[in-house]
Each structure stands twice: as structure tokens, then as C-alpha cells.
């Protein structure tokens, strides 16, 4: 149809006789005939459908490829999105005034949960609380749910039960007039404890003649009989219960009236006495004893259930998994992994955090009968008990010491010392164990952090004592060391934190005195350092606090000290056995103790100049002539590497060549052997050793190392590396998938039925999703829109009110600048 919109309008709405003059006769019937409503319904669609067919845009049409499309539009409509979104405004337009109005009310939700809001308590007190109110409650409903006393039994039986109760034609109910006549004097009713039944049990239940056979009753009627007597009893208590209370009110409203008159009588029973001196009230003897057993008895340990006696091979069990999970424990650390520990057994050389946490428990000092024992107490071994009570001297020694039959703990190490300083070096073991036993953690509050301290002061002190000169009394010096070293790895099993950190505290002193004097500035207290950080803590850890820090130290000492001199090599010796068995269970390579071992090695003999080892002295060189008795020592004594005399000598130099080649043997034997790279470390090795065995025959050490190291190279064999070789892989041949009887309305073919429910719920899950994005979104977008419209009107009231003010202000300030130009006009008229 040629022409604009609204030609093309003008005519569709003529076509459809909507507009223009209509060829109809009028007469008087036709004039007086209504309009029906099937005429207005008929015009009401025609309307729409030009409204429709005008307005493309209303009206959604998709083309499906499964149905044939309408011939006459060549489409199908599906929808008309202009008047869903019409409607989905209108309810977001709804559901968004609702929200308004709600906005900082109040809800009607009464949240009745225990503890929801109080800061004061924590989750396990209110867990706690909650448990045994929930415990209550359903201990109520189960106690009142065959409670015959309960008073919900009225109200499920109502009167008619108590009133029309009957029993074989005869009332159960009974007048209360009459049985308060027997209702005070209880002797005659409840004498029915002793199976003999009151006359008015055997009137009201029906029993006139007792004389005759009984009657069986049924299971309902001894039911009745049984609540008809309950509920009788429960009145006559309740009646006694409201005569107490009556009494009681009585005498508490003639209260007042009798302190009155009593005040009057006798005021001086009530007045204050004359002196501010308070009136003790003292007790009997009596009675302090009785508070005393009280306190005591409180005290006691409580009875508990013996454990059952376990089999050796229950125990032999328990042991062999119980080191299965330590050594596994121990793996996991060596390999750097960390697994949780809850509920496993922590060891001494843990570190993290939760093992330095500890409950605050009240301890009570001086009660060591009494009071249980701490998790933190310090317990000896029994061997060291019975031998210090053996010796009644040494008691002597230490009684005489001590003050008040106690020693206080000392904070620092200049304290210790002057608590020992009058006794002899064997009584300090036996002096530090009181110490620690007089301050049990148990035994008073504060002690576990003394004790915390004295550990780290025992540490300095046993570090105090190598510095001493003690070649005069080996021995016994070496008793006293190992008895002071018991007792620290002891106490580092409770108090390893403070232990730890006193460590760190001497690794930095150690590090900054070798930084600004080098070799001078060690000493046997350094080494006796290390030995004991390998004796308490686990150096297998992939990393540790101590151990990883002692190891990168002593590893620094070989590589910066200048071996220009016996002392230096016997120290260094000394520290490579202790790295050594450091790692006799982690196995991990150090190639600082290569460095070592090429190089002192070859100080002590000429090397060949081929070989590229450099050497910091010739001095050392041993003779041709020297020879190696079975007999020479490899023991090297702290006391004699900074002895001037001694490791000058000859005898000497033997003992540390030794020490050195057992040391080499053993590492070998326990770290290296295992080493991919085994034959490219000892190789420089190798060659010294054979011109050890070339000048010195006696040297035999050197000859077995050297075989061992020929037999462990032949286990060593390396394979080049090389490109893998696969087979080619052919490109796979697939036939095509047909189906022979193919739906588009089938989906899915797969033949697991329940595959293909999941599959069809994961689709629809998605679909449900995405639909319900978006409607989040649109709803989003619909409330953002309509807070800037409230804001652009919140906006624009403002100011048109700001508009009427100025306005407003304005007019009144005209209309008395009018008035004033007219008064100033007005006299000066007059003048």
C-alpha cells in the first residue's frame, strides 16, 4: 500500500468500517438499537490487530527450522518482549516500594538462639551452654510424658474426666467438703501403703461387698483407678502447699510489726558498740581442724579407673608404631614437608607456634604431697634420684649451701656462679637439680617462666666450664659434663623455646666476634656449642631455627679460616666431625668438606704440582722417615688444640692426621658413597691418598680407604644422556557416527539412562543460572535507575523549596524597602 503511515492508517481503519460514513438506512428501530458487547469485543481485537500489524516492533517473530512457517507471514510469533517488559517493571516497581518501606525496620523474627550476641562468651562456652539446655529440655518432654502429676493432663481430659470419672455405675468424683475431713489427718487415707484400702476408697471405687467373689478388672479400668488417685493426691498436696504459703504470708506481713516492737524493748541489742574496734569472732580449735580436713580432703586426688593391664605384645605393638609414626615425622621435616600435628605427639625440636602455648593453671606453693603433677614439671631419671640420696656428705655439702632448705633461681649466669662458687665442681649437678626441683611450676606461679630462664643460664654455664683448664682432673670433669648434659636435654624437652632462643643468641655472638677477629676469637666453648645443638636437636630437619643456622656457620669457619697452623687444622678437624654426623641421616653433600679434606691432606705431604690444590703452609709436611704404629691415637682432646706445648709436638700431628683420615673413611662410608656424583667428588682425593700410600707404608688407614674407594667406583657407572626413542605414532582412522534413526528432538544418545539424567540436569542447572544472572541484573540495573530518579527529585524539590525561600525573602525585602522609600519621601514632604 503506496502512501505515508498515516494514509495507510487512515485507510485500514475505513476498510474495517472503524472511521467514515456508513451506507445505512436509519430508521426509528435502527436508531434505537444499543451497541452489544460482542460488537465491542469484535472492535476491541480489530484494534489490536491494526495496532499489531502497524507496530512491528511489539511483536517478536522467530523462524524455526522444525515446524513450517505460516504462509501468510512466513513466520511464527513467539512473543511480545515490549509488554513483558512492561509487566517485569510494573513487579520490580512493586517488590522495590515494599523493600523501601521495610528498610530499617525490624523484623517480626524473634532470635531466641543462646549466646548469639554476647561477646563475653566463647564458642566453646557457648556450645557448652547450648548442649545443656538442648539436654534439658528433652529430659523435661521424656519425664513429662507419662507424669501423672503434670498439670497438661487437665487440660487433655478436661473437668468432665475429674467430675463424671465413673467405676462400675459409680461416680469416681468426690466432694471437697468431705475430704477435708480426713484430708488434714492423714493416718486413715494413706494407711493404704500397708494394703488396706480407707472406707471412702471403698465407696468411691465400688467395692460394696467385699465379702464376694472380685471382679477381674480390665487394663482400663485399673488405669482410671490409678490416675482417679493420683489426681487426689495431687489436690491434697497442693491444698497443703496453699496453707504453707497462707502461713507464710501471715508471718511475713506481722513481721514488721514484731522488729517494731522489739526495736522499742530492747535498742541497745541493736545499736552499734561504742569502740571502732571490729568484733572478731575467734574459732575453736575445733573448728580450724575441721577447716583444715576440709581443704585437704578437696585437695585429694579423686579415684579413677585402673587402665587395663596390656600383653608384651600389645606393648611391643604400641612401641614398634609409635617409632613408625616418629620416623615418618622425621622424614616428612627432612624433606621440608609439614604435615598437621594435631593429635600427634610433638617432639622437642618442633617450633611452631602452638607448641610454645600453654594453659595458666593455679599452683599452689609448697603442697609438693599434695598437688598433682604438671605437664610442665621437670622429672629425672631414677638412677640419678637414688644416687644423690645415697651419699650422705654430698647432702651435707648441699644443705650447707642452700638457705631455708631452698636455692633460688638464678636469672643469669653470674647468680649461678656465686651459688656454686663454695663447692666442689662434682656437687654441681647435684646443686642444679634442687635448684629445678624447688621450682616445679606446680609448686608456685612464676616458675615456669624461671625455669624458662635457668635453662638458657644452664646452657652458658656447661659453655663456662669447657673454657676451664681441666686437664688436671679429666675425669671427673667429664662425669660432671655429661650429668649437666643430661640434665639440659631434660629440661629442653619442656622449655625448648627459651633453650632455642638463647642458641640464637650465641650463634650471632659467635658470628660477630669470628667477623672482627677471625680464628682468635673461637674457642672449645664454640665447639662444645655445636656438640650439643647435635645432641638436643634434630639436625636431619630440611630446615631448622638452630641446627641450619649452626651448619652455615661452622661451614663458613672452613672456608675463611687460614689452616696455617696445627691448632687451626685440629679445630677444624674437630668441626667436620661434627658436620659429619650432623648428617648421618639426611645424607646431604657439603662441598665445603671436599674443600677440606683436599686441602689438609695435601698439606701434609709435598703434593705433585699438576694437581691444582692450593695450600696455605709447607711447614707441616711430615718426614720420609715418620712411621704409624697401631698404637697411635685419633683422639683429639679439646683441651689440647689451644695447647701451645702439645700441638707443636709430633705425637700430635699423627693424632690429627688420623682423626681427619677416620673422619674422611666415615663420611664416605655414610654420606657419600650414595651420591650420583660420587666419582667426580673424590677424584682430587683419590690421587692424594695414593701418594700417602706411595710414601708412607705403615700408613694403613689411607691404604683402606683407597681400596674402598676403587670398589664403591665401580657401582658408579654414568649413562650418557640420549633423546628419547618413541615409535611413531599413526594418525587414527575413525569411521563417521551415524544414527540410523535420528530425532531432532533427541538430545542426547547416550545410553547410560542415569549419564544422561545428570547430563540433563547440569544443563538445565546452567540454564537456571544464566536466567537467574540476568534477572539479577536487571534488577540491579532497575533499582540503580530509580535511586537516581528519587535523587534527581529529591534534587529538584530542593531547590524549587530554596527558589520559594529566596522568593519569598525577596518580596518581603521589597516590600519594606517600598515602605521605607515612602516614609523617608513622606518627611521629607513635610519639613
Known amino acids: 500500500m503506496a502512501g505515508s503511515q498515516l494514509k495507510r492508517l487512515k485507510a485500514t481503519l475505513r476498510a474495517h468500517g472503524l472511521t467514515g460514513q456508513a451506507n445505512i438506512k436509519k430508521n ?133 474426666f475429674e467430675n463424671n470419672l465413673t467405676h462400675l455405675g459409680s461416680t469416681l468424683s468426690y466432694d471437697m467438703d468431705e475430704t477435708d475431713n480426713f484430708g488434714s489427718d492423714n493416718d486413715e487415707f494413706f494407711s493404704t501403703k500397708n494394703n488396706k484400702r480407707s472406707h471412702y476408697e471403698e465407696d468411691s471405687l465400688g467395692f460394696d461387698n ?50 517494731a516492737e522489739l526495736f522499742d524493748s530492747n535498742t541497745s541489742a541493736f545499736q552499734k558498740p561504742a569502740s571502732n574496734e571490729p568484733i572478731i569472732e575467734t574459732k575453736s580449735e575445733k573448728d580450724i581442724e575441721y577447716d583444715m580436713n576440709v581443704k585437704k580432703f578437696l585437695l585429694d586426688k579423686r579415684a579413677v579407673p585402673a587402665d587395663r593391664t596390656k600383653t608384651e605384645e600389645e606393648l611391643l605393638k604400641e ?116 635448684i629445678i626441683r624447688d621450682h616445679q611450676p606446680k609448686l608456685a606461679e612464676g616458675n615456669k617462666e624461671r625455669l624458662g630462664k635457668f635453662t638458657a643460664v644452664l646452657l652458658r654455664h656447661i659453655l663456662f666450664l669447657a673454657t676451664e683448664d681441666y686437664s ?16 639440659l636435654k631434660t629440661v629442653s624437652e619442656k622449655y625448648n623455646k627459651e633453650l632455642s632462643n638463647e642458641c640464637r643468641v650465641i650463634i650471632k655472638e659467635i658470628q660477630e666476634n669470628f667477623k672482627n677477629e677471625n680464628f682468635k676469637s673461637l674457642n672449645n666453648d664454640d665447639l662444645m656449642f655445636f656438640i650439643l645443638v647435635g645432641a638436643i636437636f634434630s639436625t636431619s630437619d630440611h630446615y631448622h631455627l638452630v641446627a641450619t643456622s649452626c651448619v652455615i656457620l661452622m661451614v663458613e669457619f672452613l672456608e675463611q679460616i687460614k689452616f696455617n697452623s696445627l691448632s687451626k687444622i685440629s679445630y677444624a678437624s674437630v668441626i667436620v666431625n661434627i658436620l659429619s654426623q650432623y648428617q648421618r641421616i639426611s645424607k646431604r653433600y657439603i662441598p665445603e668438606l671436599v674443600f677440606f679434606y683436599e686441602k689438609i691432606l695435601a698439606t701434609f705431604i709435598n703434593i705433585d704440582e699438576t694437581m691444582a690444590i692450593r695450600i696455605d703452609t709447607d711447614k707441616l709436611t711430615f718426614k720420609d722417615d715418620i712411621r704409624f704404629d697401631n698404637d697411635d691415637s685419633s683422639i683429639i682432646h679439646l683441651h689440647d688444640i689451644f695447647n701451645d706445648q702439645i700441638n707443636q709436638s709430633t ?22 658413597k650414595n651420591l650420583p656424583a660420587f666419582p667426580e667428588i ?55 557416527k551415524f544414527e540410523e534413526n535420528f530425532n531432532p528432538d533427541k538430545k542426547s544418545y547416550d545410553p547410560d539412562r542415569t549419564r544422561n539424567e545428570i547430563n540433563k540436569m547440569k544443563a538445565q542447572i546452567k540454564k537456571e543460572r544464566r536466567f537467574t544472572m540476568k534477572e539479577i541484573r536487571k534488577d540491579a540495573r532497575f533499582e540503580a535507575r530509580q535511586r537516581i530518579e528519587e535523587k534527581k527529585k ?5 531547590h524549587a523549596k530554596m527558589a520559594r525561600i529566596y522568593n519569598t525573602i525577596s518580596t518581603e525585602e521589597g516590600a519594606e524597602k517600598n515602605k521605607y522609600e515612602r516614609e523617608k519621601k513622606l518627611r521629607a514632604g513635610k519639613k
Open 472 to 487: 688436671e682432673n679429666i675425669a671427673e670433669f667429664r662425669k660432671v659434663q655429661e650429668s649437666l648434659i643430661s640434665i
Open 794 to 798: 529529591a534534587n529538584e524539590e530542593y
Open 210 to 259: 467385699l465379702t464376694g467373689p472380685p471382679k477381674k478388672k480390665t487394663k482400663a479400668e485399673v488405669m482410671q483407678e490409678i490416675i482417679a488417685k493420683s489426681k487426689f493426691y495431687k489436690q491434697e498436696r497442693q491444698k497443703a502447699q496453699r496453707k504453707l504459703e497462707d502461713e507464710i504470708e501471715n508471718v511475713d506481713n506481722e513481721f514488721d510489726d514484731v522488729m
Open 319 to 434: 612401641a614398634e608404631e609409635k617409632k613408625k609414626r616418629l620416623e615418618q615425622q622425621r622424614l616428612d621435616r627432612m624433606n621440608g614437608i609439614f604435615v598437621d600435628e594435631d593429635g600427634d605427639e610433638r617432639g622437642v625440636e618442633d617450633l611452631d607456634d602452638g607448641f610454645w602455648e600453654s594453659e595458666i593453671e593455679d599452683n599452689f606453693p609448697n603442697e609438693e604431697d599434695i598437688i598433682a603433677d604438671s605437664d610442665d614439671d621437670v622429672k629425672f631419671k631414677e638412677d640419678d634420684q637414688e644416687q644423690e640420696t645415697t651419699n650422705s656428705k654430698e647432702k651435707d655439702n648441699i644443705a650447707r649451701i642452700t638457705v631455708n632448705k631452698s636455692i633460688s633461681c638464678p636469672d643469669d649466669h653470674e647468680s649461678l656462679l656465686n651459688i656454686l662458687e663454695q663447692s666442689s665442681l662434682s656437687d654441681h649437678p647435684k646443686i642444679i637439680r634442687k
Open 28 to 160: 426509528k428501530k435502527n436508531s434505537k438499537r444499543q451497541a452489544k458487547e460482542y460488537d465491542r469485543e469484535e472492535k476491541a481485537k480489530t484494534l489490536n490487530k491494526i495496532r499489531e500489524q502497524f507496530n512491528p516492533f511489539e511483536i517478536k517473530n522467530t523462524k524455526s527450522k522444525l515446524y513450517k512457517a505460516d504462509p501468510k507471514n512466513g513466520s511464527i510469533a513467539v512473543g511480545k518482549p515490549g509488554i513483558s517488559k512492561q509487566i517485569g517493571e510494573e513487579q520490580r516497581l512493586k517488590a522495590y516500594n515494599v523493600k523501601k518501606q521495610l528498610k530499617n525496620r525490624r523484623g517480626g523474627i524473634n532470635d531466641k538462639r543462646f549466646g548469639e550476641r554476647d561477646r563475653n562468651l566463647t564458642e566453646e562456652e557457648k556450645m557448652l551452654e547450648r548442649f545443656t539446655r538442648e539436654k534439658q529440655s528433652q529430659s523435661k518432654r521424656k519425664s513429662n510424658l507419662y507424669n501423672l502429676d503434670d498439670d497438661d493432663e487437665n487440660d487433655e481430659y478436661g473437668n468432665e
Open 651 to 672: 705425637d700430635f700431628q699423627k693424632s690429627v692426621l688420623l682423626n681427619i683420615l677416620h673422619s674422611l673413611d666415615s663420611t664416605i662410608s655414610n654420606i657419600w
Open 682 to 736: 673424590i677424584i682430587n682425593i683419590k690421587s692424594v691418598l695414593s701418594q700417602y700410600i706411595r710414601r708412607f707404608e705403615t700408613l694403613t688407614i689411607a691404604k683402606n680407604i683407597f681400596d674402598k674407594i676403587i670398589k664403591l667406583e665401580k657401582f658408579h657407572k654414568h649413562i650418557p644422556l640420549t633423546l628419547q626413542n618413541h615409535k611413531p605414532l599413526s594418525i587414527p582412522s575413525n569411521a563417521p
